[in-house]
């Protein structure tokens, strides 16, 4: 028998779902245990977003946009705190969570020559190595045929204390109300857009992780994988 899903060479595990649902830490700590890359791609439309910011393209104009994807470079690196991104050479990962960053990435990662881009070349990242990646379209979109699929998901208030508790500790200056309304704000963007919406893959096992520590979470998932292979 034939099959159509093509041979991969490399584990490959997709862990999808809302913004501040653990995704990122969890991602990463499964990664270190099993010694393969993390890829961040949440921080892949950050420093797209960064890039028209800081070169004050109109987000209405396609040409604008065409021309400053076409020579974008964005290199991921493993830093002693996690994911480092250069963009066009230049490391801005410190600028990556900004007010002015979390405000807009939504609507840039809803323009499909953005997404385009971007699958691209995380699909090509996993081509040469075993990669844990976390995202929105991971399991949908750029591994559908990923060796395990994960959709993590969290109610709304834990997400909201999560996410304070990450930005007051950067030393961001902003209420409960404003987190939970950007938070609300970016789910629904990223679940009604057009091109590759927020959702769970068919295939995904769905993990709640609202009553689950990190370390709960992150072993759910190491014997979910073990159970697959
Ligand atoms: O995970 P995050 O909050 O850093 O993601 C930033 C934004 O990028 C978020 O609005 C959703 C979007 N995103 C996406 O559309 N597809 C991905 N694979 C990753 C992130």
Known sequence: MTSTQPKRDYTIIAIDGPSSSGKSSVA?????TLGYTYVDTGAMYRAVTYDFISSGISLESDADISTRLSDMTIDLHAGDR???VLLRGMNIT???RTPEVNELVSEVAAI????RRLVEQQ?????TQHVVMDGRDIGTVVFPSATLKIYLSCDLESRVDRRLTELVTQGQDITEDEVRENLM???HIDSTRVDSPLRKAADAILLDNSQLTLQETHD?????????T
């Open 82 to 84: 996690g994911q480092e």
């Open 28 to 32: 990463r700590m499964v990664a270190d």
């Open 220 to 228: 759910r998932i190491i014997e979910l994988l073990e159970s697959r």
């Open 94 to 96: 410190p600028y990556l």
């Open 112 to 115: 499909s020559a953005v997404r």
């Open 123 to 127: 699909q090509t990242i996993g081509t």
């Open 185 to 187: 704000h970016r789910d």
